[in-house]
Structures are given as C-alpha cells and as structure tokens.
C-alpha cells in the first residue's frame, strides 16, 4: 500500500505535467484579460459552510464530502468544490466593501467520495470564476463568455451551450408547489434517492441521471413557466448578450445544476468528445449564497471546470498540446578539474535564464553523450583539459551536427542567437 496512490486519486507525472502548465497559463492569461484576480483558499474549511453553502439536499453533502473531526473536536470538511470557499473568503476580508465587481479565479485541488470515473477522481481539480456584485445578465453574458473563450483558445469543438433560468425564491414558491403535486403523484416510479430529495428540495429530483427516473420527469412542470417578471426579464437579457457575442445556445429547461445554491441563471457547457459524462463546465447565479454565509446581500454569479476532463476533451479531439521547452544545454566533462567547471558554467549559464544539464553520476564521456541523447537537448559542448587551457569549446547542434568553435565565455550569446 504504500506504493500505490488512494483509490481516486492519480499522480501527475513529468511526461505528463507540461499538459496541465499548458492549460493553466492560457486560463491565467484569459482571466488577466476579463479582469479576473486569482484567490487561494485552503484545502478544507469548517463543514457548517458546506452544509449551508452547497446545500444538504445535494448529493455532494448527503453522501460526498470527505468530513472529519480534528483533535479539536471541530467538524472538518475537504473543500467538494471552490464557490463556498470563495465566498468565505469574501465576506471575511471585507471584499464587499472594495469597488464591485469583486472578480476573482481559481485552480484548486477538490475532493469528492464517489466513484471514481473517467474525468472524475476523489481528488481531482477545478478552475472557477467567481463574479460578486452583480445583478445585471451582462455579468452572467461575461462568466459565460470566459469559458467559451477558453473553449476557442484551446480549440475545441462539437460544444452545447445549454441555458435556462431557476428563478428566484418568488417565483420558484409556485413552481415548487407544483413540481412537488407532480412528484407525488409518481413517487412511487422513482429510485430512493429522488425519494429523499423530494422531502428536502423537490427541484433535486430534476438532476437525477437514473433512466427510469428522466423518463417520468420529461412530463414534469417547466420551472421557465413560472418565472416572475423581473426573472424573465433577466432571462431575455441572457439570451440577447449571448447572442451579441455570437454564441449559440439551447434553452434546456432540465438544467437545474446540482448545487441548492443557484437562482436565476443556470448553464452546462457539454462536449460530444467525453462520452456519456459530457459536461465539461456548469454554473449560473447565486444571490442568495453571500448572506447565507454570512456575508451582506450580494449577488454572485460564477462557474467550475473539472481540468481532468478537460483534458480528456482535448485528447479526444485530437489536438496536440505543444511539448515542453527542448533543454539548451548539455556540458560534457572529462575529469575532477572540467567537471568542477561545468558545474560553475552550467549555474552562471542557469542564472542568465537558459535551461543546462550536466553529469551528476560520473558516468563515462561516452555515456554522458547518449544521456544528452535521451534528454533531446539542444546543444552539448564537452570540457577537456585542452578547452580549459584554451578557452575554447566546440558547441554541438545536436539536430544537424553542425559544430561552432567558440570561446568559452561566448557560449551564452551563441546559443540565443543561433
């Protein structure tokens, strides 16, 4: 056991990391553009702010979180997912006092008790955004627009944006009356855990993926007719700033997303290329959530994005991240004296900003070359007593043999300039 990582969980090895480097600067980048600030929370928090936050009619409460008692008799919960952390740290620090919109990003590790499956891990990682502050569509239109610019950068395609409104507290009274008659009156068809759902929060059921269970909710009552005036205006407002960025859209009646937290907006962006678990990105609005944590009344609107199974998009749509940065520099050495130099040149070369690799295990000149080999570097130069005494070297253009006698302390300059 102790060389095999916990069931869930996946280590991310060299040969592999560059992919998730490659990801993250592009979401850092894109979130620098929208004018989003990266926020780190700590890996667990107390679990009162989940039960609250995410809500205990969802199935990340109910059956989900990794929760412990601490030895000081505290009730701890691993971070499920990053919304309820982001608003902890907002109202603690007082961020709803600064100019808003406060707008903040983050890629952090989350932990989930579930099976695991593809893209889906005990302990796998999420980018989100998180925008406080906020009523108007346009801030909905814009946390949208982040993810479907990612989307374009990166290059996929075959995506569904899906969209509906949950309404508000006022509106959604009504329709929980009448979705609760319909449950009801079918209670008896559903699996248990829709049973369950149905005396917390009837709107849960909608989320169930049993086929048995879709089947009888395709008749359910439709949430979008009963939304209020001021929620239907807001919807209309989604639909025409989607629109204006050029983003095609369906209105999916059956997105109710599966966090108690959301009103209003709700929306899963779906790619064809990761099989039957297709929702590569969800979230919507949340006005409520602030003062329930706590906080004054804020409005929030954000979304959360599982990197594993965006990464699996990207592998099944056949793009090809672009591979690391090739190593310069290899310094072959023959002997005590050379090899206390190399170790010298090779920091000097490291400190101007290239990337230099020398022997470290005392293997053979021979052996040193074909350890270069392996690496894929760019250049080697080997040090002899004669290029010592000298100053000179012969650089090496390991992809087409050229060679270059230099001196010794121009190799900086010829290796950036060749």
Request: charged share 30%; proline share 4%.
């Amino acid at each position: 056991m102790l060389t095999k990582a916990p069931r869930g969980t996946k280590d991310v090895l060299p040969t592999e990391v560059y992919k998730w480097h490659y990801i993250e600067n592009i979401i850092r980048e894109i979130c620098e553009n929208f004018g989003f600030k990266e926020i780190r929370t700590p890996g667990f928090e107390h679990t009162e702010l989940f039960l609250r936050g995410v809500g205990e009619s969802t199935d990340i409460v109910r059956k989900e979180m990794y929760t412990f008692t601490d030895k000081g008799g505290r009730s701890i919960t691993l971070k499920p997912e990053g919304t309820s952390p982001a608003v902890r740290a907002f109202v603690e620090h007082n961020l709803y006092a600064e100019a808003q919109p406060t707008k903040l990003y983050y890629i952090t590790p989350v932990y989930r008790y579930e099976r695991p499956q593809s893209g889906r891990l005990r302990e796998h990682h999420q980018f989100g955004v998180e925008m406080f502050g906020s009523y108007d569509a346009a801030a909905d239109a814009e946390i949208v627009s982040i993810a479907m610019t990612l989307f374009k950068r990166i290059g996929l395609k075959n995506l569904e944006l899906n969209i509906n409104s949950i309404g508000c507290p006022k509106c959604r009274k009504e329709y929980n009356k009448a979705l609760k008659e319909f449950i009801g009156n079918n209670i008896d068809n559903l699996c248990d855990d829709c049973k369950e759902r149905y005396k917390i929060n009837p709107m849960r059921v909608l989320d169930c993926k049993v086929e048995g269970c879709k089947t009888i909710l395709k008749d359910a009552p439709v949430i979008l007719d009963y939304l209020c005036d001021d929620c239907k205006a807001h919807f209309e407002d989604l639909k025409k700033y989607l629109n204006a960025a050029g983003f095609d859209f369906i209105v999916n009646p059956g997105i109710v997303r599966g966090l108690d937290y959301y009103t209003r907006t709700a929306f899963e962006i779906i790619s064809n290329e990761i099989g039957a678990q297709g929702t590569v990105c969800g979230g919507g609005r949340y006005d409520g959530l602030v003062e329930e944590c706590g906080g004054p009344s804020v409005p929030g609107v954000g979304f959360g994005m599982g990197i594993e199974r965006l990464l699996i998009s990207i592998e099944n749509s056949g793009i090809k991240i672009p591979l690391p940065k090739r190593t310069d520099l290899f310094i072959g050495n023959i002997g005590d004296e050379t090899k206390k130099y190399a170790f010298s040149l090779a920091l000097k070369l490291r400190n101007l900003g290239f990337s230099v690799e020398i022997d470290n295990i005392g293997r053979s000149l021979k052996a040193q070359m074909k350890y270069a080999n392996k690496l894929n570097v760019k250049y080697t130069v080997i040090l002899g007593e004669d290029e010592l005494k000298n100053k000179l070297v012969k650089l090496k253009n390991m992809d087409d043999g050229t060679e270059y006698e230099i001196a010794l302390d121009e190799i900086a300059d010829k290796i950036k300039n060749i």
